[in-house]
């Protein structure tokens, strides 16, 4: 990137000036071609889709169920005692008011099925989705210049090559998308186009279910006007409590504080984080490492090692490698795995989940000596070791805790 000027990044140019650049930025696509994935301060175009009301749109189809009675997939209510939650439900169900995460026996009160009520229960077919899952995502890999798997029905494309900066291909591409969608698994999909994922992510939300919405870069700070914080991907519940208690609901109202004013009221981070994303200026990249399900890595042995101290400093070093890859993908991860393999290929993994994703070495190194340390057969004979950290989470989410915490 050297000799390439971004005249936006200067943090003296005004908001008007930086609005005409990126329209400049905009005819000059592919200056940087090979290093788009750096060059990402320009508008690059970004589809974000995500299906509707996923899971039980699958279990419709499969059972062929009628799309007027409300289903709700999630723990067995037992009769409004179940103590599980609901994972999702269809838009009949929406209309009492039920949603995902929410209680299932609360569920169950505002909806009960027959004979107390009209709804549906099911518990849910984990292969059912995975499967129409990938169908769908193969669907959108094949339209993307880089893609990223974002969650079992949720995918962004950065298809600015593709488009060739073009915000009226970029639409015809959603509505072709959203056609193949329904063509290939029968089922509808919302779509949002905008200059950043953020943004992009937010767009696919205005016309759910089966719709598509597109934010310009020069209608960023229109779309922000007047929403509400809450909507915000990034900003949690405890943070977007604290705002309203200051005065602050709505994006605009926050964003006219100016970045000094907000840094000493909410932190120079959030503050940074808030006035470039209401900019439409996120530094957050469609990144296809961040579709990995886990960073791993193991050793083996030359020979099959008795040490156990040996083997545990090994896995230590692992722990490490395995950290610095997430530091440097952007990602945490909430599960930490030990895989130990023993003289004559016999192979046990055990896991531990911590409750919040975190990238911190010292935590994993200490969960992985607890792990090794109880599962290890003593006196045995070891052949290899590995460590994995997996569910991992990508930097909205992970900006979330992060902010929530400071
Ligand atoms: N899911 C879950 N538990 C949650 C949230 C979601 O198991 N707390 C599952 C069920 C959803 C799927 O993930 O079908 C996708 O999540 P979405 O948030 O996209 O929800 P839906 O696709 O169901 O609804 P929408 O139409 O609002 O996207
Ligand atoms: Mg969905």
Same mark, same amino acid.
């Given at each position: 990137?050297?000799?390439v000027i971004?005249?936006?990044?200067?943090?003296?140019v005004e908001?008007n000036?930086?609005?005409k650049?990126?329209?400049l *930025?905009r005819?000059w696509?592919?200056?940087?071609?090979?290093?788009?994935?750096?060059?990402t301060?320009?508008p690059?175009?970004?589809?974000h889709?995500d299906?509707?009301a996923?899971f039980?749109?699958?279990?419709?189809?499969h059972h062929?169920?009628d799309?007027?009675?409300?289903?709700?997939? =999630?723990?067995?209510p037992?009769?409004g005692?179940?103590r599980?939650?609901?994972?999702?439900?269809?838009y009949?169900?929406?209309?009492y008011g039920?949603?995902?995460?929410?209680?299932v026996?609360?569920?169950w009160?505002r909806?009960?099925?027959?004979?107390?009520g009209p709804?549906?229960y099911i518990? =849910?077919t984990?292969?059912?989705?995975?499967?129409?899952?990938?169908?769908v995502m193969d669907?959108?890999?094949g339209?993307?210049?880089?893609?990223?798997?974002?969650?079992?029905?949720?995918a962004?494309?950065?298809?600015?090559?593709?488009?060739?900066?073009? *915000?009226d291909a970029?639409?015809?591409?959603?509505i072709?998308?959203?056609?193949?969608i329904?063509?290939v698994?029968?089922?509808?999909?919302?779509?949002?186009?905008?200059?950043t994922?953020?943004?992009a992510?937010?767009?696919?939300?205005?016309?759910?279910p089966?719709?598509i /919405?597109?934010v310009?870069?020069?209608e960023v700070?229109?779309?922000?006007?007047g929403?509400?914080?809450r909507?915000l991907?990034?900003?949690?519940p405890?943070?977007?409590?604290?705002?309203?208690e200051w005065?602050?609901?709505?994006?605009?109202?926050?964003?006219?504080?100016g970045e000094?004013?907000?840094?000493?009221?909410?932190?120079e981070r959030?503050?940074a *984080?808030?006035m470039?994303?209401?900019? =439409?200026e996120s530094?957050?990249?469609?990144s296809?490492?961040?579709?990995?399900?886990?960073i =791993?890595?193991?050793h083996?042995?030359?020979?099959?090692?008795?040490?156990?101290?040996?083997?545990?400093?090994?896995?230590?070093?692992?722990?490490s490698?395995?950290?610095?890859?997430?530091?440097?993908l952007?990602?945490?991860?909430?599960?930490?795995e030990?895989?130990?393999?023993?003289?004559?290929?016999e192979?046990?993994?055990?896991?531990?989940?911590?409750p919040?994703?975190m990238?911190?070495?010292?935590?994993?190194?200490?969960?992985?000596?607890?792990?090794f340390?109880?599962?290890?057969?003593?006196e045995?004979?070891?052949?290899?070791?590995? /460590?994995?950290?997996?569910?991992?989470?990508?930097?909205?989410?992970?900006?979330?805790t992060?902010?929530?915490?400071?």
């Open positions: 990137m050297d000799g971004y005249p936006y990044e200067d943090p003296l908001l000036d930086r609005i650049f990126k329209h *930025w005819r696509p592919s200056v940087v071609d090979e290093e788009r994935v750096e060059a301060d320009g690059r175009v970004i589809i889709c299906l509707d996923f039980a749109a699958v279990e419709t189809l062929g169920l799309e007027s009675v409300p289903l709700i997939i =999630g723990s067995d037992k009769q005692r179940g599980g939650i609901v994972s999702t439900c269809n009949a169900a929406r209309v039920i949603r995902s995460a929410m209680p026996s609360e569920a009160r909806c009960p099925a027959t004979p107390f709804a549906m518990r =849910g984990r292969g059912l989705y995975s499967r129409a899952s990938r169908k669907v959108l890999r339209a993307a210049d880089l893609f990223e798997k974002a969650s079992i029905d949720e962004y494309l950065d298809v600015t090559e593709h488009v060739n900066g073009d *915000w970029a639409l015809a591409l959603a072709n998308l959203q056609q193949k329904k063509e698994v029968n089922l509808t999909a919302s779509f949002g186009i905008a200059p994922r953020l943004v992510k937010m767009a696919s939300e205005v016309n759910k089966n719709g /919405f597109r310009m870069p020069d700070q229109a779309f922000f006007e929403r509400s914080l909507d991907p990034g900003i949690g405890k943070r977007a409590t604290q705002l309203a005065g602050y609901t709505t994006a605009d109202e926050l964003y006219a504080l000094l004013s907000l840094a000493r009221l909410a932190g959030f503050a *984080w808030f470039r994303v209401v900019d =439409g530094s957050d990249v469609v296809p490492l961040r579709s990995r399900k886990s =791993g890595k193991e083996t042995f030359e020979r099959d090692q008795e040490d156990h101290e040996e083997v545990l400093a090994r896995l230590l070093q692992l722990v490698l395995v950290m610095e890859r997430a530091v440097s952007g990602v945490s991860g909430r599960l930490g030990v895989k130990i393999r023993y003289t004559g290929f192979t046990h993994t055990s896991g531990r989940s911590i919040v994703a990238d911190d070495e010292t935590v994993f190194r200490r969960l992985a000596s607890g792990l340390a109880t599962n290890i057969r003593p045995a004979s070891i052949r290899l070791i590995g /460590f994995r950290l997996g569910q991992l989470e990508i930097p909205e989410s992970r900006q979330t992060l902010f929530e915490e400071e």
